[in-house]
């Protein structure tokens, strides 16, 4: 498996805007992508920072993964995405190594990347997404 940088940072909010002033502060000529992600229940707000992103997750109040972090542990870091070449091949690697995925295929997220996320109980508790473009 071929890990080509970390994509972005996941931080899970209860309000984005309440750390506006803060966002435009550092991101003060960038507009941020902001997209709402259905299937997953979050509306999500990215602000790059080279080729990196800060990935910042807003629950839609339905009781999807995001919303029950925040139930559970308030505002933090959610998860780490970890951009690779071939996301196909990194789940049957690490399926083979015996790793636990929460996505056995991959599927759509936001930006149009394919992701998959592995189980955190494989991962030291750290929730971890692969991605690719």
Not at 7 to 36: K, N, Y
Not at 85 to 96: K, M
Not at 117 to 133: D, M
């Amino acid at each position: 498996m071929k890990i080509v940088r970390v994509d972005h940072v996941g931080i899970a909010m209860q309000e984005i805007e309440s750390i506006g002033p803060l966002l435009r502060a550092l991101f003060p000529d960038r507009d941020p992508h902001v997209e709402t992600v259905p299937d997953q229940g979050v509306k999500t707000t990215s602000h790059r920072a080279g080729e990196t992103s800060l990935e910042f997750l807003e629950g839609s109040g339905a009781d999807g993964p995001v919303d029950r972090f925040l139930a559970k542990r308030g505002n933090g870091i959610h998860h780490i995405a970890l951009a690779v070449e071939d996301l196909e091949g990194a789940l049957a690697e690490l399926r083979e190594a015996g790793i636990p995925l929460i996505d056995e295929t991959p599927r759509r997220g936001a930006e149009g990347k394919r992701i998959a996320f592995l189980h955190p109980k494989g991962t030291g508790g750290i929730l971890i997404e692969l991605c690719e473009a």
